[in-house]
């Protein structure tokens, strides 16, 4: 059987309004069950990412830990885990 590789998505919430597309990455990861990896960080509570991507002042979806999205939206999000799909 074929390994298949995971997506890593990674999503800094910064203010309230974040919580909401935090919640479209959970939901969007959820229909690809365990090809898709998620962490979340709050700002100003979780530090483990700055060391990675530097201080992030707005919600930033992170996949593959390399291509950043600074202004999520559902949309948004859809597109570029069906992109990591792909190229995983």
Request: hydrophobic share 40%.
């Amino acid at each position: 059987m074929a390994r298949v590789a995971k997506v890593l998505l990674e999503f800094v919430n910064t203010c309230p309004h974040c919580a909401g597309h935090e919640r479209d990455v959970r939901d969007v990861a959820a229909q690809y069950g365990d090809a898709v990896e998620t962490r979340f960080y709050v700002a100003g509570k979780d530090f483990d990412y700055v060391r990675r991507y530097g201080v992030i002042t707005r919600g930033t979806l992170i996949v593959n830990e390399t291509v950043r999205y600074e202004e999520p939206s559902r949309g948004v999000i859809e597109r570029a885990v069906a992109e990591a799909m792909a190229e995983a």
